[in-house]
């Protein structure tokens, strides 16, 4: 079992930044690949970016160029480093974890955080 926590959101302006953490238990959180997933209400979710555990990463199309994903195993911990927010970026934003490749489908995570709220104001 691992259990993932999400931490970072906020209110923030358009053309800003923020850093979204994703702290997982467990000792293998290194074979693990992870997940950020975006949610508006009434909307499925989205993917936003995922890396495995070799590092390598994948993107949804509307946050490249903006968004940076990366992890430290030595601390447990996925980041999110979201820049230029724009006002469609506002979305509750889920941490997901699977012990298998980085998808981009989030039906294939096994483990899920609660989520974090992330606003961005015109």
């Known amino acids: 079992q691992v259990q993932v926590v999400e931490s970072g959101g906020g209110l923030v302006q358009a053309g800003g930044s923020l850093r979204l953490s994703c702290a997982a238990s467990?000792?293998?959180?290194?074979?693990?690949?992870m997940g950020w997933f975006r949610q508006t209400p009434g909307k499925e979710r989205e993917f936003v970016a995922a890396?495995?555990?070799?590092?390598?990463?994948f993107y949804g199309d509307s946050v490249k160029g903006r968004f940076t994903i990366s992890r430290d195993n030595t601390k447990n911990t996925v980041y999110l480093q979201m820049n230029n927010l724009k006002p469609e970026d506002t979305a509750v934003y889920y941490c997901?974890?699977?012990?298998?490749?980085?998808?981009?489908?989030?039906?294939?995570?096994?483990?899920w955080g609660q989520g974090t709220q992330v606003t961005v104001s015109s």
């Open positions: 997901a974890a699977r012990m298998r490749a980085a998808v981009t489908a989030a039906a294939a995570y096994d483990y």
């Open positions: 467990g000792r293998t959180f290194s074979s693990y690949a």
């Open positions: 890396i495995n555990s070799l590092s390598i990463i």
